[in-house]
């Protein structure tokens, strides 16, 4: 079993930037592979970043490609998103997501791919 709590959300002018952690606890992080996705009201979860367990993977939707960043530091069981030239359209409740992988470089972002989800970070984004 994995616990995951997101962070660092709040409110925030457009154009202003934000990060956003999860942090893990209960397994070795590294062994997780991780997302984040975020629901909007009305809207299904929609995915925004992944990262390999290893951290040398990265994908991005193309909504934010650009302009989100993910990383994680595993000796700190943490993940983030460093999200900047944030839009009123980024209003939304982020989660972090994590699988347990066993290979590397296998990449992922659907929801169903998830096994542990955080109970979410709201972030808005004022204009």
């Known amino acids: 079993q994995v616990q995951l709590v997101e962070s660092g959300g709040g409110l925030v002018q457009a154009g202003g930037s934000l990060r956003v952690s999860c942090a893990a606890s209960?397994?070795?992080?590294?062994?997780?592979?991780m997302g984040w996705f975020r629901q909007a009201p009305g809207k299904e979860r929609e995915f925004v970043a992944f990262i390999s367990r290893s951290g040398g993977s990265t994908k991005y939707a193309d909504r934010v490609k650009g302009r989100f960043t993910i990383s994680r530091d595993n000796e700190k069981n943490t993940g983030y998103l460093q999200m900047s030239s944030l839009k009123p359209d980024d209003t939304a409740v982020y989660y972090c997501?994590?699988?347990?992988?066993?290979?590397?470089?296998?990449?992922?972002?659907?929801?169903?791919?998830?096994?542990?989800w955080g109970q979410g970070t709201q972030v808005t984004v004022s204009s």
């Open positions: 997501a994590v699988r347990r992988t066993y290979i590397d470089y296998s990449m992922y972002d659907a929801p169903s791919e998830f096994n542990y």
């Open positions: 209960g397994r070795t992080f590294s062994s997780y592979a």
